[in-house]
């Protein structure tokens, strides 16, 4: 696996839904899993790297929805949540040509060389190596940008110490459309 450090003072972003009470709980994808992480594995906090992944991000948040984004208000948005980790983070790069090829991933990830998504099932095992090798996690292409545009962080906490500090709220309207 090709690892590389990321920035300590970086700005992840996080959509969350403005009920959550905790919005960077990594816990959810623990019981649940993830692209990076299978159910009932471990703790996982997956992140944006700018607004332009959010954005591309805001769909699959809201598939479940009868509504587009763009039907969207203020009030009933998503919020976009502000976190910095702590400092130190070595991740597994999955969006260099020679990170995607390092784990086995045709070049075209996110993409299968047919056109579709790479199941989360194909990625998933990936993400539990990393997590053994005693990586923090993956920073990886995008897979709701079929060009693999955008970059996610997919940050596994150390334990119940090692937490993102949450820097600041946007509501729907200021992150989305701004």
């Not at 649940?32 to 906090?45: D, E, I």
């Not at 009868?66 to 009030?75: C, M």
Request: glycine share 8%; aromatic share 8%; proline share 11%.
């Amino acid at each position: 696996m090709r690892t590389e450090d990321i920035q300590d003072d970086h700005e992840w972003l996080r959509i969350a839904d403005p009920a959550w009470t905790d919005p960077l709980d990594p816990s959810f994808a623990a019981s649940a899993g993830g692209r990076w992480n299978p159910p009932q594995s471990f703790p996982v906090l997956y992140l944006n790297e700018d607004i332009v992944t959010a954005r591309l991000n805001i769909r699959a948040f809201v598939s479940a929805w009868p509504y587009e984004p763009e039907d969207l208000r203020n009030d009933n948005g998503p919020v976009l949540v502000g976190a910095r980790l702590p400092s130190g983070q070595r991740v597994v790069d999955i969006h260099s040509p020679q990170g995607v090829a390092a784990v086995g991933l045709p070049p075209t990830y996110p993409l299968t060389p047919s056109g579709a998504i790479v199941a989360r099932e194909v990625c998933q095992p990936i993400g539990a190596a990393a997590k053994e090798d005693g990586r923090d996690g993956i920073r990886c292409r995008c897979a709701q940008s079929p060009s693999g545009e955008g970059r996610e962080l997919a940050w596994f906490p150390d334990g119940p110490s090692s937490a993102a500090d949450q820097i600041g709220v946007a509501t729907f309207t200021d992150w989305y459309w701004s």
